[in-house]
């Protein structure tokens, strides 16, 4: 038994109140094994991941349990030994590799950093290993990549780097802490693929940390679910993908399983036609991009970051002005600046963010927000204004008593509840859906698109529903429109942009997905070593 | 998910916190606050209190008129009747500073609540707006800080002549320089929030977006450094006062007092010590909430 953590209570500090965040956890992890943490935001999955390491946040303190790594307490010892373990025997992979690296020094300096000061190797043998563990991760040019800057290599190979520098020392035991949440998921795929390769070959044992079901089943042997700092379920990968017990577990299991039937049909309530678009004169992000949206229907804009699907949001909400091409509202053709359109158009198009926190004032209470949109665009005052607010509230399942509240005093899901409610409380005709659950937990995301769909049938509403993620898609899209670098790749209806053949890079985006099967990621790779569509783009690697 | 009872809540330990925030009335949370400030603050805040009394309760306080010439000594030395003395015409020395806080505070509020006024509006209008408007404001506003503040304030008083509605003008444009630089950093960063694109994709107008998107989320560190200005707006026209441009006679102001009985010094009296003392008495109180206040807003822990 390399790891043995027994009743873990983990207290975390608000205001001058101590409550817990984990209450009483067990874990253990063998040599050369993977467990799997999943839980949704807030289930304490980061806090024990640290806490594996005999590590609290600020603001966080270990209250009971021991920790026992390789026959040593880690909570005996004093602060300066445990410090001589970590990143020497116990290494940690946070989330955001921009965020970890000095954009000041080089990725070998920064790689073989530990190593030299404690003194495990010296600077040319660790040298030599590092460049050993970027040939390993598959990185390119592994002898002379350690020369470049961390701006200078993209996110996904950025994160490799991390991995190769958490390895440096060669640890016992490496702690992943969503290591591919931020990336693409063209981009994720390869990450995963040289994680598990290297954990597996250099027989290291790994805690991974994820909110994605697919990934975890990927990566880990044994899987533990967290709920509110508690063990919801604990079993192997197969068994518990194949056979979850508790409520909670098949819940989760059975949130990628929404879908919709399409229907296409509807005149078309929004044509944008040959839309080129620059940001300031500068680089052009959209080159020529047609898109038809029929009425009370779901279009999909699928693509990663930076294949210009925000931009596009940002063509038809006016906000960026096209240098060319065309936006149909209605048929009528809209003015290209936001400043020229008058207030009976702007109610017709609304938008809902990716982030609720930003996108709603936090000086303003609930009621406030979904009053004024209403007075200001529907002219109802006084009684009418009021019951109005409390339609709204109903319709996206919260009572009456959050008009009082501020968004602080919300959850995240309630929040962007609240975002639709302000979108739909103008009666518009379409509304833009910016990543709407991307930033949310999978069950709430499930709800808010259950919600979504539901508004649409009493509502008729038309969306446009930009994502990168596929499963959202197939639960939603009525229609598909891929767009890869500015263009559009590929659109139509949903059943037949997701059935080959597909053009290159619709067949590379949709392998990349991760599936609810352990052997997913294996057969990809194996699809792909023999040549298959995506196979030449996947080599060069942004 | 049929048997969940609250699909959408939030974790148990947040609902606690989140229902111990609401329970809670403003003025019920302002007192708890209170209680848990540092000494410093606390001192600052009797300190503060303590001046608006002497300031609103002058007359009565006072055991003379302000301009009222008690004594036909001059200079006379502190005793039992006249507390701190008498000034150079025969005034109570100690009416005059406690008219002195009426004058002085008074004038200094006015003068910096001009200065926010004006700067915060220029400021959060220029953020808003952006584009050549913006340009233009902000160099005509690096114009004016590139002059040394003293040397122009001293100028224009100077050409302008020294009655009080010019020097609290004066003085006020003056800091909305500084506020404005301020307010447009601050503003900034909420422009670029979503809610504000919302508010416009909404077609609000210009002033609802200034007034109640942005200004409402600028305010905690706008009041932090309205308690800063404050303090250099009440040493500037105390140092206007000391050169005898400032406030000027008959109404009592340290800065004034402190010129004007300033040569007793040299005979070991330590009487224009008071005024300047009752000025850094008060700025220092100032910066003590000032300080405590910023921690609070900024959500900086003590560690």
């Known amino acids: 038994m390399l790891l043995e953590m027994r009743g873990i209570e983990i207290e975390g500090q608000s205001e001058d109140t101590w409550f817990p965040i984990i209450k009483g956890m067990d874990l253990t992890l063998r040599r050369g094994e993977v467990l799997g943490l999943i839980g949704e935001s807030g289930a304490g999955k980061s806090t024990m991941g640290l806490a594996a390491m005999g590590f609290a946040r600020d603001g966080c303190r270990i209250t009971a349990g021991s920790i026992v790594f390789d026959g040593m307490d880690l909570r005996a010892m004093p602060e300066s030994q445990r410090r001589k373990l970590r990143g020497v025997r116990i290494a940690y992979v946070a989330q955001s590799a921009a965020a970890s690296f000095n954009p000041a020094h080089r990725l070998i300096d920064q790689c073989i950093e530990t190593a030299m000061f404690y003194g495990v190797a010296s600077a040319s043998e660790a040298r030599q290993s590092t460049v050993d563990l970027f040939r390993r991760l598959h990185l390119p040019d592994p002898e002379n990549i350690g020369e470049r800057y961390p701006h200078q290599v993209s996110g996904g190979q950025l994160q490799r780097v991390m991995t190769a520098m958490a390895m440096a020392c060669s640890p016992d035991l490496i702690v992943f802490d969503e290591p591919t949440t931020a990336l693409d998921v063209t981009t994720q795929i390869e990450v995963l693929a040289s994680i598990k390769e290297v954990v597996r070959e250099l027989h290291k044992a790994a805690i991974y940390i994820t909110h994605d079901l697919a990934v975890v089943a990927q990566m880990a042997d044994r899987i533990m679910v967290l709920r509110y700092g508690e063990v919801v379920e604990e079993a192997p990968t197969r068994q518990m993908l194949s056979d979850p017990q508790e409520a909670y577990t098949k819940s989760l299991w059975a949130v990628r399983s929404l879908r919709k039937d399409e229907d296409t049909s509807g005149d078309k309530v929004l044509s944008i036609r040959n839309v080129t678009a620059a940001y300031g004169g500068g680089v052009r992000v959209l080159h020529d991009v047609t898109v038809e949206v029929p009425r009370g229907r779901t279009v999909a804009v699928v693509g990663e970051s930076g294949s210009g699907k925000s931009t596009l949001a940002r063509v038809i909400t006016g906000l960026l002005p096209p240098i060319s091409g065309t936006v149909e509202f209605d048929g009528q053709r809209l003015p290209p600046a936001l400043a020229q359109r008058p207030k009976s158009l702007l109610r017709k198009v609304q938008m809902i963010y990716q982030m609720p926190d930003p996108a709603l004032n936090p000086k303003r209470r609930i009621g406030d927000m979904l009053g004024r949109a209403v007075s200001y665009h529907l002219g109802l005052s006084g009684k009418a204004r009021d019951k109005r607010i409390s339609e709204l509230l109903e319709m996206i399942e919260l009572d009456d008593s959050y008009r009082e509240r501020l968004p602080m005093e919300l959850s995240g899901g309630q929040k962007q509840r609240v975002c639709i409610a302000r979108a739909l409380a103008v009666e518009p005709d379409l509304v833009i859906c910016d990543e709407v659950t991307s930033a949310l937990d999978q069950i709430v995301a499930e709800e808010i698109l259950k919600l979504l769909l539901r508004l649409q049938r009493d509502l008729g509403v038309t969306y446009l529903y930009i994502t990168h993620d596929i499963a959202t898609v197939k639960a939603i899209a009525d229609e598909i429109v891929v767009m890869h670098q500015g263009k559009v790749v590929e659109s139509g209806p949903k059943s037949e942009v997701l059935s080959p053949p597909h053009p290159a890079y619709t067949e590379l985006l949709l392998s990349s997905v991760p599936e609810m099967d352990p052997d997913w990621l294996d057969n990809v790779l194996a699809e792909r070593a023999r040549g298959g569509a995506g196979a030449a783009a996947v080599e060069g690697d942004r | ?303």
């Open chain 2, 1 to 303: 998910m049929s048997d969940q009872t609250e699909p959408f809540s939030a974790g148990p330990a947040e609902e606690i916190m989140l229902a111990a925030r609401r329970s809670r009335g403003k003025f019920a949370t302002a007192m708890y606050e209170l209680g848990k400030a540092p000494l410093t603050a606390k001192f600052g805040l009797l300190m503060i209190v303590l001046y608006i009394l002497l300031a609103v309760f002058a007359p009565w306080i006072a055991p003379y008129g302000e301009a009222e010439v008690v004594s036909p000594k001059v200079y006379a030395a502190w005793s039992d009747e006249f507390v701190f003395g008498t000034d150079q015409i025969g005034r109570d020395f100690f009416s005059r500073m406690i008219y002195g806080a009426r004058n002085s505070v008074s004038i200094a509020f006015i003068t910096t609540v001009l200065a926010f006024v004006l700067g915060a509006a220029v400021g959060v209008l220029s953020a808003c707006v952006g584009g050549w408007i913006d340009q233009g404001l902000g160099r005509f506003v690096d114009t004016l800080m590139a002059i040394p503040g003293l040397i122009f304030t001293l100028v224009l008083l100077t050409i302008f002549g020294t009655d009080l509605i010019t020097l609290i003008l004066v003085i006020g444009i003056f800091d909305a320089t500084r506020v404005y630089r301020l307010s447009r950093a601050v503003a900034l960063n909420i422009v670029v929030m979503d809610f504000v694109e919302a508010a416009r994709l909404q077609g609000e107008r210009l002033p609802w977006i200034m007034g109640r998107e942005v200004l409402p989320n600028i305010l905690p560190p706008l009041a932090a450094e309205f308690g800063l200005r404050f303090c250099f707006v009440f040493l500037t026209i105390a140092a206007l006062s000391f050169l005898g441009l400032g406030i000027q006679p008959p109404l009592a102001d340290w800065g004034s007092m402190v010129r004007e009985s300033s040569t007793l010094i040299g005979y070991g009296d330590i009487t224009p010590l008071l005024p300047a003392a009752a000025i850094a008495l008060l700025t220092v109180s100032v910066n003590f909430v000032v300080d405590w206040f910023l921690h609070k807003t900024s959500g900086l822990r003590d560690v």
